[in-house]
């Protein structure tokens, strides 16, 4: 990870099993937290339309485990009429432990129903696409 890396975490005592690793929910969670801070540093001066979560998926590699460092990279991993999809890849020690994918769709704030990506949305992620 180079300067993709916008977010770190330690594995707190709170998020770990019986077993001693991380929880699989807890992988989900802090992927959601990158996200919202890849979003917040890098998102444009523009109008965005609400977003919900219509999917969120996630590959473990390795187990993490207590006190470990953990860096995150935000990319984005495809580009559709309503919908934007958000690769969340996980390493500790330059090795990758968990690669997460969470796509949102463009909603409408009042009513809930999709609507299309803005056009000057589409190409801003198009910059950050893998």
């Not at 992988?27 to 969120?56: C, I, K, N």
């Amino acid at each position: 990870m180079s300067d993709e890396t916008i977010h770190s975490f330690r594995v707190a005592f709170r998020d770990v099993g019986m077993r001693g690793e991380m929880h699989s929910s807890s992988y989900v969670s802090y992927a959601e937290e990158a996200l919202a801070e890849f979003w917040a540093t890098h998102a444009p001066d523009m109008p965005t339309p609400a977003f919900g979560v219509s999917r969120v998926g996630c590959q473990l590699h390795k187990a993490l485990h207590v006190g470990e460092t953990v860096k995150t990279a935000v990319r984005v991993s495809k580009i559709g009429g309503k919908t934007a999809g958000f690769s969340i890849l996980m390493e500790r020690d330059n090795e990758l432990v968990a690669e997460a994918e969470i796509v949102w769709t463009a909603c409408n704030p009042e009513t809930g129903e999709p609507i299309p990506l803005p056009e000057d949305l589409r190409d801003w992620l198009y910059q950050y696409l893998d």
